[in-house]
């Protein structure tokens, strides 16, 4: 289907952006970081500021009064940029739409923290969720994450299976980076005019994995893990304009193959990143309305 029109003009003011315009930099791709996009930001019972693990996170409780199961949100952004200020509004609209609490981590990032940092980190914050408050249950988590963060997320699920835990009920994985297979179709079609740009994708992953990038480990890129039996029942959503369409539609028929639950919505009309944009791109307010219900049903809420 053709963009939808609100997308096509975000993609348009997109484009001015000094890591769109290039050359690709560590500073030019950080510039939003400090000057995330304007959009509304729902209000939320309790937002606070905490340290989980060494690292800088974000509580968002939609009601703070109940012990709920807690969703441990990784933001996307190459693992080179992005922090809890450029999700923010995602995770506002993911915690009132799930009914749940989600605790937004800044892990470190690449290049001066390559892999495996910020997925260690990550792991660290996954076994200290009992230390953010007396209104999460620790032992109910959801992992989330959106593209380099829901690389993250599916790459926490592998690594808490191989560890023995902590148990994670469910994973929302939203156009995760799963591989470094740049001659896939939707490379070919989308990497070019839609934001999310095949040489950009092969700069981000040189600055997470370094020489690596043709042979990654399969934590780097969870789509080259030989076993994806038990893991958690998935939530895989995947954007029609975007280079990473492919990879997430062939994790999501990996995941099945193997017998985990998997639920893949293809949304239509928009292109990597437009989960960020609820409350201005409806197709992102209904993305997340599904993804909420999914997580609510994993807890059996």
Not at 20 to 48: H, I, L, N, S, Y
Not at 103 to 112: I, Q, T, W
Not at 281 to 299: K, S, T
Request: hydrophobic fraction near 45%; aromatic fraction near 8%; charged fraction near 20%.
């Amino acid at each position: 289907m053709a963009l939808h029109p609100a997308a096509a003009s975000i993609l348009e003011m997109m484009k001015q952006l000094p890591s769109a315009v290039g050359p690709f930099t560590v500073e030019a791709f950080r510039v939003g970081d400090t000057q995330p996009m304007p959009f509304p930001k729902p209000p939320v019972a309790e937002v606070r500021d905490l340290i989980l693990a060494a690292q800088p996170a974000r509580l968002y409780h939609p009601r703070p009064d109940e012990k709920l199961p807690v969703i441990l949100f990784l933001h996307g952004g190459g693992w080179v940029c992005g922090n809890i200020e450029t999700h923010d509004v995602t995770c506002r609209a993911l915690a009132l739409k799930a009914g749940l609490p989600v605790v937004s981590l800044d892990y470190p990032r690449a290049p001066e923290h390559p892999f495996p940092a910020p997925l260690d980190a990550s792991y660290r914050a996954l076994a200290a969720l009992a230390t953010v408050g007396p209104n999460v249950d620790a032992s109910r988590i959801a992992v989330a994450g959106d593209s380099a963060g829901g690389n993250l997320a599916a790459a926490l699920c592998l690594l808490a299976k191989e560890r023995g835990g902590p148990a994670i009920a469910h994973q929302l994985l939203i156009y995760p980076v799963l591989d470094t297979d740049f001659s896939r179709a939707s490379y070919r079609t989308n990497g070019t005019d839609y934001f999310l740009t095949g040489p950009m994708m092969r700069w981000f992953w040189e600055q997470y994995v370094g020489d690596a990038v043709d042979n990654p480990p399969a934590l780097a890129a969870p789509l080259r893990a030989t076993d994806l039996a038990g893991l958690p029942a998935a939530t895989i959503i995947a954007a029609e304009y975007d280079p990473l369409r492919d990879e997430d539609v062939a994790y999501a028929e990996r995941l099945q193959a193997t017998g985990v639950p998997v639920r893949l919505e293809r949304v239509g009309g928009v292109f990597h990143g437009f989960a960020s944009m609820p409350g201005v791109l409806p197709p992102a307010d209904a993305a997340l309305d599904l993804a909420g219900a999914d997580l609510r049903r994993a807890f059996g809420l």
